[in-house]
């Protein structure tokens, strides 16, 4: 290990021989600062304050930025132009401190606790322009590091230029390598997010054309399916009517056929024994007329057998019918839309079930996928 010495050259005159009386000791290449700052790093780091876990994200939109420096550097005047040419609304809370000298350490950690104890600021920025290591010290001082590390608001190192590097900047949760990079750094510009919100707007609004008129052709097929049933229902109750006047016609065809039946037998018997034709006559009269209204009843069965089995095909066609067997409609509140998949609903919507008779307000408590079932 080279060091540096400081001292008096003096000559020991006995042997001749030149001697240093030292006053100072210090490594080579490293001053006393730049010493006392690698072992307090050392550690702070060692106690785990540096860690990444413990840093915390900066807001995405603050509405209130805090900003702890002097009021005569050039470093808040750099912030205050970024953040109002960025955020033209934002809140500003500046804490004015000293940045070096003997109390700026102090006052740093005072401004640091005052900000924290304000719920409404959402970001702190904290630091100074360029220097020495003597005049940057302030935010290597082991008191300013603890402070920023016990921050529940998220604090932003701001210390000199890029090349400077102080315990702050490992402290932070995020360095900047200048005062203004940590003013773009905090908000962004408000432009671009009116322009990104305007873009957003169009798109919804086009979405939104899109979802209408998909549900509009929906409800237009659902429409011409309804219609298409009450007409094959108009068709088929037309079918009905037609076989019940057939039916009708061959009853009456048979009739007819009967009476003239009758009459000939009648006609037989006057030529005959008036006594014994008309007995004959009417032991003929019974059997005709049982045979007779065997035929109607077969005739009459069998088109009563199929106006029920055209009763039935256009009851199944009838969406009340399927109702009527125990099931319903499920409808989505408010939209309106018809539910085929239990995936398609979130737990806590409501739903309306159209039953055969009326309808239910329902509540969706759990979801059950294919393979719960």
């Given at each position: 290990m080279q060091v540096i010495v400081r001292g008096r050259l003096t000559v020991y005159e006995p042997r001749g021989e030149y001697q240093i009386v030292l006053d100072t000791v210090e490594p080579k290449g490293i001053g006393a600062l730049q010493l006392a700052f690698e072992q307090l790093k050392e550690r702070l780091a060692a106690e785990g304050l540096f860690d990444q876990d413990r840093k915390?994200?900066?807001p995405e939109f603050p509405r209130?930025?805090?900003?702890?420096t002097s009021l005569t550097g050039a470093a808040i005047r750099d912030i205050l132009a970024v953040l109002r040419r960025r955020w033209p609304t934002l809140h500003i809370l500046i804490a004015p401190v000293h940045v070096q000298g003997e109390s700026a350490g102090r006052q740093i950690v005072e401004a640091l606790n005052a900000l924290n104890d304000l719920s409404f600021v959402d970001v702190i920025i904290v630091g100074r322009g360029g220097g020495s290591l003597e005049d940057l010290w302030s935010f290597n001082e082991e008191i300013v590091v603890r402070a920023i590390a016990a921050s529940h608001v998220p604090v932003v190192s701001a210390v000199g230029h890029e090349i400077d590097v102080t315990l702050a900047d490992f402290v932070a949760d995020l360095?900047?390598?200048?005062?203004?990079?940590a003013a773009e750094a905090v908000v962004p510009?408000?432009?671009e997010i009116v322009e990104r919100l305007r873009e957003l707007k169009v798109r919804l609004g086009q979405v939104m054309l899109r979802h209408c008129a998909f549900e509009r052709q929906r409800l237009d097929a659902g429409i011409r399916g309804v219609t298409d049933v009450r007409f094959r229902l108009?068709?088929?109750?037309q079918r009905a009517d037609d076989m019940v006047d057939r039916l009708r016609e061959m009853v009456q065809q048979l009739l007819t056929v009967g009476r003239e039946r009758v009459h000939e037998v009648q006609r037989d018997l006057s030529g005959l024994n008036p006594i014994l034709a008309v007995k004959q006559g009417l032991a003929t009269v019974p059997q005709f007329s049982k045979r007779l209204e065997g035929q109607m009843e077969a005739v009459l069965a069998q088109h009563?057998?199929?106006i029920n089995a055209t009763l039935a095909q256009l009851n199944t066609l009838s969406p009340l019918?399927?109702?009527g067997r125990g099931y319903s409609i499920l409808q989505t509140v408010p939209a309106g839309q018809v539910l085929h998949r239990a995936n398609d609903v979130?737990?806590?919507?409501?739903m309306l079930a159209q039953l055969a008779s009326g309808r239910l307000s329902c509540m969706v408590t759990r979801v059950f996928d294919d393979s719960s079932v």
């Open positions: 915390k994200s900066i209130t930025v805090g900003v702890v360095r900047a390598p200048t005062p203004s990079a510009v408000l432009a108009q068709e088929a109750a009563r057998h199929r019918a399927i109702l979130e737990v806590g919507q409501e």
